[in-house]
């Protein structure tokens, strides 16, 4: 029988089991109720994924977008997190402020910023013609080039974050204790710091990748509708050619896309360790 204690325990979590039922599982299990449903009961909807050229164009689409978002980055993120890792603790406070503040501009304002200073005849096009780089204005939005972008400016901070609290917990000591046998930086980098940072920077790469799987506007704006990714590919089938069973068909595989990623992920990683937990 359940003890008393357990007993207490399972009702301080009772209602936040209930709101997580009500708002999260329900949904997600209507979705995928609808996916095998409609139009037709079946697995008509998922045999598009192999049989429908404009299905596998928008998932191929989607991952190489996320890949090379993903990878920008992770590669700029870690600059800058080594950069602030390394800083005194004054500047390091003045160095995660400007991380932190592109994070408090709405997404639509900087995705429309993005297309004032990339369109043809925005400021980036006018500097490189002005100076003679370039004699004709270049294609530098509504497509995938504007897309990643716009997404690389969104995902740095969230990449800069997990690598930057995993640096935060290697000890200066080790370093200093390399220096101090004649180690040179290079061989300081790629023995101690990299290897001990690489938690942190697998967390960033799950957490970049993950999020990019499902953007929206950023895509829909600086893609102007000639690149589409899952999430507006959705979108458009719900909304607007009322397709409800492709569209919650790709909505299902996008949120198993995911969970997989998240599964791999633990087992290649201690979640405790790159989240905070277990300390020692």
């Known amino acids: 029988m359940m003890r008393r204690q357990d007993m207490g325990w399972w009702l301080l979590i009772l209602p936040a089991f209930l709101l997580m039922t009500a708002f999260y599982v329900a949904p997600i299990a209507q979705v995928l109720a609808i996916s095998f449903t409609e139009p037709s009961p079946g697995l008509g909807n998922y045999e598009r994924l192999f049989t429908s050229e404009s299905v596998q164009r928008v998932i191929i689409t989607t991952l190489r977008i996320c890949i090379i978002t993903t990878t920008l980055s992770l590669l700029l993120g870690y600059v800058l997190s080594y950069r602030i890792s390394l800083a005194s603790p004054a500047a390091q406070r003045w160095w995660i402020l400007a991380v932190l503040v ?35 204005p270049l294609q530098l939005v509504w497509n995938e080039f504007g897309i990643v972008v716009g997404m690389v400016h969104y995902m740095v901070p969230y990449a800069v974050l997990p690598m930057l609290a995993s640096m935060r917990e290697i000890d200066p000591r080790l370093l200093a204790a390399a220096r101090g046998l004649g180690a040179g930086r290079i061989t300081i980098f790629t023995k101690i710091f990299l290897p001990l940072s690489l938690p942190g920077l697998l967390a960033a790469g799950v957490l970049v990748f993950i999020f990019t799987l499902g953007f929206y506007i950023t895509p829909a ?10 999430a507006e590919w959705i979108g458009l089938q719900i909304l607007d050619l009322l397709r409800w069973g492709l569209g919650t068909m790709m909505a299902t595989v996008l949120v198993v896309a995911i969970l997989v990623t998240l599964a791999i992920f633990s087992r290649l990683v201690d979640m405790k360790r790159v989240f905070g937990g277990g300390g020692v």
């Open 221 to 230: 704006l600086l893609g102007g509708g000639k690149t589409l990714m899952v």
């Open 102 to 136: 592109p994070l408090w501009i709405s997404v639509l304002v900087r995705a429309f910023a993005w297309v004032t200073l990339l369109r043809r005849q925005g400021l980036v096009n006018e500097t490189l013609i002005g100076t003679g780089i370039i004699t004709e």
